[in-house]
Structures are given as C-alpha cells and as structure tokens.
C-alpha cells in the first residue's frame, strides 16, 4: 500500500498524468466545437487514427517530423469534410456516418501500412521521427514542479493552448456566438442570416484539426511509431469527458484529465505486479462509471425543472 502511495505523490505520476490526458484533451476540444454547433463527431476515433498514421508515414519518407505533423492533421480535416459532405449535403444519419469513417479509418490504415511497411502491426520497420520535448527554463530547476511539469512534448503545452483558444472562440468571438446559436436553435439562425450549414462545416472542420493534433501526439510523441488501431477508443473516451465538462473547454480538460488520471493509475498498478487484464479496462470501466453519474445528474436536474406546460402556482399568502 505505502508502495502504491509513493507512486501516485511522485512527480513521475503527475508527469504521466500530463502526457497521456494530451491526446483526450485534443479530442475532447473537437468534440466540444462540434457539440456546441449541434453536431456529434463520432469520427473522432478514426480522425485521430488517420493523423497518427500519416504523420509517421510523412515523417519517415521526408525526414521531417513538422511535415508529417502537417500530414496527419490535414488527413484529419480531410476526414472531417467527408463528414460534414456526407451528414450536411447527403443528409446521411451522422451517427451512422460517423461509424462508417472509424471503419474505414481502421481498415485503410492496416492496408496502407501493409502495402508500405509489408507490416500489419505497426511501422517499427519504417524510420519515423517523433516532435521535440521542451524543457522550460527556470521552472525546469524547480523540485518535484519541474519533473512534473517541464520536459512534456511541444503538443502536449499546445493542448493546454488549446483549451485558451478554445474557450475564448467559443465565448468571446462572433464565429463562437455563430456556433452557440446554430447549436442551440438553428431556425432562429438560419432566420437572421447564419447559414447552418456553413458554421457547422467549420465546426466539423476545427473539430477533425483538434483530434488531428491528438492522433500525431499519439505516434509522433506518446510513442515513435504506428500500431494498428492504436487510438484505443480515446475518440469515444473524448466525448464521454466532454459530455462531463459540459459546454466549457476548462471543464472538458478537467474531464480529460480525470480520464487520464485512470490511465495512469492502470500503469502504476501493471508496474507493481497487479494483472494487466484487470489495470487495462480501469479507462474503460472509469467511462462507463461516469457517464453514469453524469446521466443521474442530468434525470435529476429534469426532474427538479418546473415544466413550462404546467402553469405556476398562485401565491396564497397575504
């Protein structure tokens, strides 16, 4: 027990607890900007495989771990316009559409790498390159604070840029009240001049850019290589710490965080001899735990909300 304590309060812990939220907290910022246009982007999972993949690929092929960066985030987008083509202008079931895309991400990753690597596993064979740790001046000198905080992936202090960004886009900006009112009311948008379906494509379009980051993450600094369907369900992990966070970035983090707290606990328990059939579903079985609690607290909120059909009560008292 004393064992299991010293590893949670080390700051070897935290720093794991950082690094493996980043790509969830990537995630969870595309999820958030599609749930506030009114769309759910199901494809987040095969967005994030799609970068992880091409970023190795591009990387190993032109020697620049910047240009499969660019490669992974623009086969993302290119995920998230087919999308929103489909969803928008088909008027394809989005759940449905979404499904199809993990699939065929996972599919079109395991046949391309085989044709390139002759592999279907993963790229070990193929010489990829990984982004650049950063070490923060001063704060790297600093006990227990610079080992945790200092030394991450350049992406993973992007991440937390990320939820800046994200939650100043969505509250301080015009594309932001755009997408909070297409979400909230798209007649009342389309009425005063907003083009639904305008603003939902950029909201899909940011969305796949925010999991492109997270699935380069996972193949350019989590590790160095690809591994068939390496994303583990972190896409629909993602909408479930969205949908705790509520319709705010910092809350979104702070769910991804907790989701990455588990994940870190399931190592510390592998590194201390616990079976790993029981340490590897602990995200999992945290997930479902979560979402319901939060599916609780929702029942019960609606339950204590006056219904607007039922009129009030006329106050009595003199």
Same mark, same amino acid.
């Given at each position: 027990?004393?064992?299991?304590?010293?590893?949670?309060?080390?700051?070897?812990?935290?720093?794991?607890?950082? !690094?493996?939220?980043?790509?969830?907290?990537?995630?969870?910022?595309? @999820?958030?900007?599609?749930?506030?246009?009114? $769309?759910?982007?199901?494809?987040?999972?095969?967005?994030? #495989?799609?970068?992880?993949?091409?970023?190795?690929?591009? *990387?190993?092929?032109?020697?620049?771990?910047?240009?499969?960066? #660019?490669?992974?985030?623009?086969? /993302?987008? +290119?995920?998230? +316009?087919? +999308? /929103? %083509?489909?969803?928008?202008?088909?008027?394809?079931?989005?759940?449905?559409?979404?499904?199809?895309?993990?699939?065929?991400?996972?599919?079109?990753? $395991?046949f391309l790498l085989y044709l390139?690597?002759?592999?279907?596993?993963? *790229?070990?064979?193929?010489?990829?390159?990984?982004?650049?740790?950063?070490?923060?001046?001063?704060?790297?000198?600093?006990?227990?604070?610079?080992? @945790?905080?200092?030394?991450?992936?350049?992406?993973? %202090? #992007?991440?937390?840029?990320?939820?800046?960004?994200?939650?100043?886009?969505?509250?301080?900006?015009?594309?932001?009240?755009?997408?909070?009112?297409?979400?909230?009311?798209?007649?009342?948008?389309?009425?005063?001049?907003?083009?639904?379906?305008?603003?939902? %494509?950029?909201?899909?379009?940011?969305?796949?850019?925010?999991?492109?980051?997270?699935?380069?993450? #996972?193949?350019?600094g989590y590790v160095s290589w690809?591994?068939?369907?390496?994303?583990?369900?972190?896409?629909?992990?993602?909408?479930?710490?969205?949908?705790?966070?509520?319709?705010? @970035?910092?809350?979104?983090?702070?769910?991804?965080?907790?989701?990455? +707290?588990?994940?870190?606990? *399931?190592?510390?328990?592998?590194?201390?001899?616990?079976?790993?059939?029981?340490?590897?579903?602990?995200?999992?079985?945290?997930?479902?735990?979560?979402?319901?609690?939060?599916? !609780?607290? $929702?029942?019960?909120?609606?339950?204590? @909300?006056?219904?607007?059909?039922?009129?009030?009560?006329?106050?009595?008292?003199?």
């Amino acid at each position: 027990m004393n064992e299991i304590a010293r590893s949670i309060l080390s700051a070897e812990f935290v720093y794991s607890v950082i !690094r493996v939220s980043t790509p969830l907290i990537f995630a969870v910022m595309g @999820a958030l900007l599609s749930e506030i246009a009114g $769309v759910i982007n199901i494809a987040l999972e095969g967005m994030m #495989l799609m970068a992880a993949f091409w970023g190795v690929i591009v *990387s190993a092929f032109t020697g620049s771990a910047w240009l499969g960066m #660019l490669a992974g985030l623009a086969s /993302a987008v +290119l995920l998230a +316009l087919a +999308l /929103a %083509y489909f969803h928008l202008n088909l008027r394809t079931n989005l759940i449905l559409a979404g499904i199809a895309l993990n699939l065929f991400a996972s599919g079109a990753t $395991v046949f391309l790498l085989y044709l390139i690597s002759g592999d279907k596993g993963s *790229s070990a064979s193929i010489k990829s390159y990984v982004l650049p740790r950063v070490d923060i001046p001063l704060l790297k000198d600093i006990p227990f604070f610079g080992d @945790a905080l200092s030394g991450h992936h350049i992406l993973t %202090y #992007l991440a937390f840029a990320a939820v800046v960004f994200v939650q100043y886009l969505i509250y301080r900006t015009p594309l932001g009240l755009r997408l909070r009112a297409v979400g909230e009311n798209p007649e009342a948008a389309e009425s005063v001049g907003i083009s639904v379906r305008r603003v939902r %494509y950029i909201a899909l379009v940011l969305s796949g850019l925010m999991a492109g980051f997270g699935g380069v993450f #996972l193949s350019m600094g989590y590790v160095s290589w690809f591994a068939r369907d390496m994303t583990s369900g972190r896409g629909f992990i993602a909408l479930a710490a969205q949908a705790l966070g509520g319709k705010t @970035a910092i809350g979104g983090m702070l769910g991804a965080m907790l989701f990455g +707290l588990a994940e870190a606990l *399931s190592y510390t328990f592998q590194a201390i001899r616990i079976p790993s059939e029981f340490t590897n579903m602990m995200p999992f079985v945290f997930t479902l735990i979560a979402l319901a609690v939060y599916a !609780r607290s $929702v029942i019960a909120r609606h339950r204590k @909300a006056p219904s607007s059909s039922q009129p009030l009560e006329e106050n009595t008292e003199t």
